[in-house]
């Protein structure tokens, strides 16, 4: 998943960078850096392989179920 395609799918799942951080972190991974999600969505770093298998995975989900996922770290 190339920059562009992070920083597109975020916007399209309604989630900022801050708030996909806390999605992994409510997601039982530890809750990266603001720098690490700035630097994904900036291309100074690559987006890891699970990160972009997990956005292309929450874009497949029923609205209902995607939203019950990520309201609280989009804090709706």
Do not use: N, Y
Not at 8 to 21: D, I, K, N, P, V
Not at 46 to 51: A, Q
């Amino acid at each position: 998943m190339t920059e562009t395609e992070f920083t597109e799918t975020l916007a399209r799942l309604g989630l900022s960078q801050a708030a996909f951080a806390r999605l992994l972190d409510d997601l039982g991974e530890r809750q990266p850096a603001p720098t690490t999600v700035w630097r994904w969505a900036d291309g100074r770093s690559r987006v890891p392989i699970g990160i972009g298998a997990l956005l292309r995975l929450l874009e497949t989900l029923p609205d209902d179920l995607r939203i019950d996922l990520t309201r609280k770290a989009a804090r709706l």
